[in-house]
T-cell receptor, first 112, second 114 residues
Framework: QKEVEQDPGPLSVPEGAIVSLNCTYSNSAFQYFMWYRQYSRKGPELLMYTYSSGNKEDGRFTAQVDKSSKYISLFIRDSQPSDSATYLCAMSAGTGGFKTIFGAGTRLFVKA | GAVVSQHPSWVICKSGTSVKIECRSLDFQATTMFWYRQFPKQSLMLMATSNEGSKATYEQGVEKDKFLINHASLTLSTLTVTSAHPEDSSFYIC??????????FGDGTRLSIL
């Protein structure tokens, strides 16, 4: 079993839809939970990160962490064609020099 | 501005040559940098952790003599792919881990070995 499981998709939605992306994990030592967005042939861009359980909102993006279920989510409201990218969940036991474990990435297509 | 600068962004070279990729931390002094490899439509695979002033820590299955890492200053780490072969063609990405922040990534280097 992988430490982090993420459905690779692809996920195709119409413009304006609410997108839900999810990951599950098995390592209870993870304390930091990140979502990165990666466009084709570019490095991952940090979207949001959360420490421990809870919700965090930033504009159209909301990240949720449920440590009891070992389940994290990213919601995108009013999705735009420019949101089309691969979304990677990532987790670590700490920041700085701690290793980060990545999910497989979900490819999202938002159709105009 | 960008936190991490990676150079070159794309390199094509002949089989058997060595290629050096640079990763610079622009905004922070980074004692730790990470090197990843990513194949098409796959996730990032950690190759090694680069520690300033000491030897890099390689992940299992990564040949340290093939992928030479040097982290001589707090703002620069280099990855040299020695005697590169077509199977080394991939997307190489570095990241910086600083303090209480998650990793920030460079824009990656696309390496094509002919």
């Amino acid at each position: 079993q992988k430490e982090v499981e993420q459905d690779p998709g692809p996920l195709s939605v119409p413009e304006g839809a609410i997108v839900s992306l999810n990951c599950t994990y098995s390592n209870s030592a993870f304390q930091y939970f990140m979502w990165y967005r990666q466009y084709s042939r570019k490095g991952p861009e940090l979207l949001m990160y959360t420490y421990s359980s809870g919700n965090k909102e930033d504009g159209r993006f909301t990240a949720q962490v449920d440590k009891s279920s070992k389940y994290i989510s990213l919601f995108i409201r009013d999705s735009q064609p420019s949101d089309s990218a691969t979304y990677l969940c990532a987790m670590s036991a700490g920041t700085g020099g701690f290793k980060t474990i990545f999910g497989a990435g979900t490819r999202l297509f938002v159709k105009a | 501005g960008a936190v991490v600068s990676q150079h070159p962004s794309w390199v094509i070279c002949k089989s058997g040559t060595s290629v050096k990729i640079e990763c610079r931390s622009l905004d922070f002094q980074a004692t730790t940098m990470f090197w990843y490899r990513q194949f098409p439509k796959q996730s990032l695979m950690l190759m090694a952790t680069s520690n300033e002033g000491s030897k890099a820590t390689y992940e299992q299955g990564v040949e340290k003599d093939k992928f030479l890492i040097n982290h001589a200053s707090l703002t620069l780490s280099t990855l040299t792919v020695t005697s590169a072969h077509p199977e080394d063609s991939s997307f190489y990405i570095c990241s910086v881990g600083v303090g209480n922040q998650p990793q920030h990534f460079g824009d990656g280097t696309r390496l094509s070995i002919l």
